[in-house]
């Protein structure tokens, strides 16, 4: 009786390692597409570049494979290889559903090479034989982890709306209607920021050169307005004042319409806003004495020239008395004599 259990038992246990996929491994994969520094092992290629998977397993009889699988969905085995008609056959013998399959010659069948003549997207799944000996002896079938794989047709750079930051970008690549991407945050050059207007550009070559969309950050030197991540070059540098402000490369700073620059300057008060990028100076080589501009006059005091606001007005090139400056230097007084 107890040997009839055991028997029992073993039978219970070894069924399902004849029909089910008992175990699973992975696929290693390469590719010879490394354009914009593309990995050659992530299954992400261009049309007609190759792309190869390997089930990461050894001493592989009999292997099945469907490589068009949406990934995540249900498993249809296009075809079986073996390195020869008597591995099959012996496979055959320990699982009969090896029968309908059929197979093609291949000496390594646990390497497969993919199809790369136009763009492609999807999942490559496997299942294999191991250790069959013609008595209905055997291994498996073993499952293998699908794995994901991409061809492009078109490739792009993407500077993702700033995220993670405008300083980096994506490498992207296009599988009708999808978008993939193959390099994420690549780093702009240094003081350089992602540009929106320059990114997108579609290239149809594996090894196309991709124009990149960085441009200079705020305050750095330019040329002209299109040098800048904020499309303006104001004195030579990118300017990030807005059209009713004035710039000042020198202080890196913007100034309102009306008002003056600029904070840190010991001399603060020499240059009048007017509007937009229009300014009006008060300084030694460039003035007009009592020239008034808003609430302020351009005049001489404490051996300086500035705007200053004199409230009796001003006469010659100074405030009349007895008017005290209340520009953003209130200890000189200025008394008309």
């Known amino acids: 009786m107890n040997k009839k259990i ?7 246990f070894i069924i399902p390692l004849n029909f089910g ?8 994969s390469t590719d010879t597409f490394i354009s914009d520094s593309s990995s050659g092992t992530d299954a992400k290629t261009f049309v007609d570049r190759n792309l190869t998977f390997t089930i990461q397993s050894s001493n592989i009889m009999v292997a099945c494979y469907d490589w068009y699988k ?12 073996a390195a020869s008609q008597q591995d099959f056959d012996d496979c055959e013998a320990y699982d009969s559903w090896l029968t ?13 090479e993919m199809d790369t003549s136009s763009e492609a997207a999807g999942c490559i799944d496997a299942r294999y034989y191991k250790n069959c000996d013609g008595q209905g002896g055997g291994e498996g079938p073993y499952g293998v ?22 300083y980096t970008y ?23 920021k992602c540009s929106e207007e320059d990114d997108n550009v579609l290239v149809y070559t594996y090894d196309g050169v991709i124009p990149n969309p960085c441009r200079w950050d705020e305050w750095q030197s330019c040329s002209i307005d299109d040098d800048c991540w904020t499309d303006k070059c104001e004195q030579s540098e990118c300017s990030t004042c807005s059209d009713s402000q004035c710039t000042s490369a020198y202080w890196n700073s913007c100034t309102n319409n009306n008002a003056l620059c600029c904070a840190g300057d010991p001399v603060f008060g ?5 509007y937009y990028e229009t300014w009006t100076e008060c300084t030694t080589e460039t003035h007009t004495g009592c020239q008034q501009k808003g609430s302020y006059y351009c005049t001489y005091e404490g051996g300086d020239w500035r705007w200053r606001t004199c409230t009796y007005g001003c006469l010659g090139n100074s405030c009349k008395w007895p008017d005290i400056d209340v520009s953003p230097d209130p200890l000189i007084f200025n008394i008309d004599i």
């Open 70 to 81: 949406e990934c995540g969905g249900t498993t249809e085995y296009q075809i079986c290889f």
């Open 21 to 28: 996929l008992v175990s699973a491994v992975g696929f290693s």
């Open 6 to 12: 055991f028997f029992v038992m073993i039978m219970i």
């Open 145 to 166: 982890d699908e794995r994901e794989y991409s061809i492009f047709s078109i490739r792009f750079f993407d500077c993702e709306n700033g995220i993670p930051s405008w």
């Open 270 to 274: 020499q240059y009048y806003c007017e």
């Open 170 to 192: 994506d490498a992207k690549g296009y599988v009708t209607p999808d978008i993939y991407t193959y390099h994420d945050e690549i780093s702009c050059p240094v003081n350089k």
């Open 100 to 112: 309908g399959m059929g197979y093609n010659y291949d000496s390594t069948p646990e390497t497969r």
